[in-house]
């Protein structure tokens, strides 16, 4: 389903006088050449602007009538802007992006993640930023420091907005588990998989209902058997990067993969994995919210923005997350996991900056773009923000911040304090702000991938790993794993050094 909704223009603006209506609306700075950076492209002094905004998800009731009402109103009163929003199922968003913007559909702003904004910049779908910001988003710059904006530079400019400024070490490598169902079994807390493994036999022998895990935990479990930490840096998971050395290596030949994948294959011959683990893996948080399955990867917050899904079908239900081996470092790898980017087909770029800067300028605006109205959508009690009504408007985790960001009630205050001090004693990636490019290896990277999905089965145990394993790693180096991985050691080691 994909929707658009557009802010009419208010009986007022009827009123302007008909010399400023024979202004040319064809010559205006309104659009800008796919070369140009982007900084002209404003609308003519007394003239509407219009954005339009590429966004996931399903378009709420609420949403349509906050859109089409109170927020139309709003950007008029603030901006002199209409705003249109395209929403895109999230089962289709990423292809449907990938072909309005190569259509050069008139899309002023879109989401995705950091992590392939170096693709992006290749496929020229992000325009560089930096005029731009230097002139409509100073404001913004005031809650996005250029410490976190650095996260999106790619060849020394800038591409992207790191829209989520929040505590970001040890990013995705939390379990988040029903910690009503750990306790119910009699257990505490989740530190190791021999815990996963103990908590999913005793629940699903308990409650006829728990189909068992809900996810593999890709992610959790190799911070558990590295020996040295690592994070993805190539494509997908082909290319991991070691902390502490600097050193690009094949994920799926490292020691700590064939540890995941002999424990998850255990899982599985004890029937604590379903077989849709594998087969519909991007459902993981699905699973979970349906109350039937015991844990999804986690990050730091998950259990606050999935708890109200996971209730409405399992109301008792508390969630928690644990990082599997909490004793080894930290390491803040990249800039949040969020990315908003200008495509070089804007229309509109600088309206589109002037936007996110409206939203990032106080934290009046930030509440009202992400819960609504007060007092009809949310309210505020004691420092706390409880929300009235069930819909989503724009999501909140897309462009969390910590300078603003409210907590809701049910929320304990221990947690509150782990939260902002979540990064004390973390360390800094020497690979933060690293973007990779495919330039040198595109078709080698399109070998790769379609070799990488004899490893899906693998990684979760679906497969005997003794069979399986070998015979995939051999197609990976007939793919050309070692030349990939020393193309990325190449850009790496640039890149370090540069810095």
């Known amino acids: 389903m994909k929707k658009a909704i557009c802010l009419f223009l208010c009986l007022a603006m009827l009123l302007i006088p008909m010399a400023a209506c024979s202004q040319s609306s064809s010559g205006d700075g309104g659009t800008t050449s796919a070369g140009d950076s982007g900084a002209a492209a404003a609308a003519p002094s007394g003239e509407t602007e219009k954005i339009t905004i590429l966004y996931p998800g399903d378009e709420s009731d609420r949403m349509t009538s906050f859109l089409n009402g109170e927020f139309a109103e709003r950007m008029l009163q603030d901006l002199n802007m209409e705003v249109e929003v395209i929403f895109v199922p999230w089962d289709q968003y990423w292809d449907k992006k990938s072909i309005m913007l190569g259509a050069q559909e008139p899309i002023d702003l879109y989401w995705d993640g950091l992590v392939d904004l170096g693709q992006f910049v290749n496929k020229k779908e992000a325009q560089p930023l930096d005029d731009l910001i230097e002139q409509y988003g100073q404001d913004m710059l005031k809650v996005l420091p250029m410490d976190q904006i650095r996260g999106g530079i790619v060849d020394g400019q800038i591409y992207g907005i790191p829209s989520a400024y929040t505590p970001s070490s040890g990013m995705y490598q939390q379990v988040c588990v029903r910690q009503d169902l750990l306790e119910a079994v009699g257990m505490t807390e989740i530190t190791s998989p021999e815990d996963l493994k103990e908590f999913a036999t005793r629940a699903m022998e308990q409650f006829p209902n728990i189909k068992g895990a809900g996810d593999p935990l ?161 309210e505020i009690v004691d420092g706390r923000i409880n929300r009235l009504i069930g819909d989503d408007l724009f999501y909140e985790w897309m462009f969390r911040n910590k300078n603003y960001q409210l907590f809701t009630p049910d929320v304990d205050e221990e947690y509150i304090e782990t939260y902002r001090n979540w990064d004390e004693g973390a360390i800094v990636s020497p690979a933060f702000g690293f973007m990779y490019s495919d330039e040198n290896v595109k078709e080698l990277e399109l070998n790769l991938k379609e070799v990488e999905k004899q490893f899906s089965a693998i990684r979760t145990g679906f497969v005997d790993f003794d069979t399986a394993y070998p015979e995939a790693v051999e197609a990976l180096k007939a793919a050309g794993i070692d030349e990939y991985i020393a193309d990325l050691q190449a850009q790496l080691d640039a890149f370090m050094a540069a810095s």
């Not at 004890?270 to 948080?285: F, H, I, K, S």
């Not at 079908?313 to 803040?332: F, G, R």
Request: proline fraction near 5%; include cysteine; hydrophobic fraction near 35%.
């Open 218 to 378: 890709l992610m959790p479990l190799t911070r558990y058997f590295a020996d040295q930490q690592m994070h993805t840096i190539g494509a997908s998971y082909l290319a991991f990067v070691n902390e502490e050395t600097g050193e690009v290596v094949s994920y799926y030949e490292t020691e700590a993969f064939q540890e995941l994948a002999k424990f998850n294959r255990e899982m599985t011959l004890a029937g604590l994995y379903p077989d849709e683990m594998t087969t519909n893996y991007n459902e993981r948080d699905s699973r979970l919210q349906s109350g039937n399955y015991l844990w999804v990867e986690g990050s730091l917050g998950k259990e606050n923005e999935i708890i109200d899904a996971v209730r409405a079908n399992a109301p008792d239900a508390v969630l928690k997350s644990y990082t599997l081996s909490p004793e080894k470092p930290k390491y803040i790898t990249a800039a949040g996991g969020e990315v908003i980017c200008i495509p070089y087909s804007a229309p509109n770029p600088s309206g589109a900056m002037k936007w996110l800067n409206w939203l990032y300028s106080s934290q009046e605006n930030y509440l009202f773009a992400i819960y609504g109205v007060e007092g009809v959508d949310y």
